[in-house]
């Protein structure tokens, strides 16, 4: 069955980095685009990154741009997020999810979720 | 601020019906198609409604989606306790080549 984990999570201070991860089984990864969500405490969702099948288009939110960085790994199945320059109002749980292509949002699988948390 | 507007709260009582709206632009639910996700407490979002108006494999035809111009509508009907829980709808921006969500509408079942 489609499974979609992340992990690397943690407790950090203001300006360090993090590197989280979503593994993948059970579908063919190379042909999905895959997003992160993120969702601050008690907050709604909030849509940060997007990467194409192959790796070649990458988007951002203007809240996150040039401080984090998508990327994937094909041969392995995983997805990653670089997040550099951590704010405290990076504090979320950060999902990742499946969509057909870049330009759709409809993410039919999500991960369960990996806490962020930026803190003095 | 959300680029897309929802109502933050809704109620309505067992067995009744409820439409819950999400406003946009012409750069976003106009020209794109619209997403829309339950999300329980402490769980992950689930997919409900995509491309407007299609129903995931298992979701009941008691969810139905619809899209004019820059606005979509989630509906619910013969509500349950069970649909308690915060409803967002989504779509891309093509002018901000990003993906949106509305703030989130929070149903309570009553």
Redesign the interface.
Known sequence: QVQLVESGGNVVQPGRSLRLSCAASGFSFNDYAF?W?RQAPGK????VA?ISYDGSDK????SVKGRFTISRDNSKNTLSLQVNSLRVEDTAVY?CARAFVV??????Y????TLVTVSS | Q?VLTQPPSMSAAPGQKVTISCSGSSSNIAN??V?W?Q?LPGT????LI??NNKR?SGIPDRFSGSKSGTSATLGITGLQTGDEA?Y?C???D?S?????????TKLTVL
Do not use: C, I, R
């Open positions: 997003h969500v709604g969702l909030e849509w997007v988007y951002y939110a203007d999902y330009g759709a949002t409809n993410f039919d999500w991960g369960q979720g | 959300s794109n198609f997403s996700y999300q992950a979002p689930k997919l995509y491309d995931p915060d967002y989504g779509t891309w093509t901000l080549s990003a993906g949106v969500f509305g703030g989130g």
